[in-house]
Nanobody
């Protein structure tokens, strides 16, 4: 059974940095896409970034391009989200998710939330102004 465990969220000042981690277990993830999503207070859950495990191909939502970087460590079965130049509007519960059919998705499809069938519990990021 796939398990995803996020960590790294905390309170940080605007302009600061955080690195979120998602430890994945229960499968071999070489054919998966791994994504980060977030839900801000009073808003719907939204796509943030995704990485194709096999090739390292990445996709980002426009609002985080140039500030966030998604990466993976094959040896540790862990996906990271490096977040720099944080803004108060980045405050949200951040979720890690896995798409088992990731290898056949187009780059555009990597951001489609409904394709991700496995989800973690989330880690809270709060950015103060």
């Amino acid at each position: 059974q796939v398990q995803l465990v996020e960590s790294g969220g905390r309170l940080v000042q605007a302009g600061g940095s955080l690195r979120l981690s998602c430890e994945a277990s229960g499968r071999t993830f070489s054919s998966y896409n791994m994504g980060w999503f977030r839900r801000a207070p009073g808003k719907e859950r939204e796509f943030v970034a995704s990485i194709r495990w096999s090739t390292g191909r990445t996709v980002y939502v426009d609002s985080v391009k140039g500030r966030f970087t998604i990466s993976r460590d094959n040896a540790k079965n862990t996906v990271y989200l490096q977040m720099d130049s944080l803004k108060p509007e980045d405050t949200a519960l951040y979720y890690c998710a896995a798409d088992s059919l990731g290898a056949i998705r187009t780059a555009q499809a990597m951001g489609v939330m409904t394709y991700y069938e496995y989800w973690g519990q989330g880690t809270q990021v709060t950015v103060s102004s």
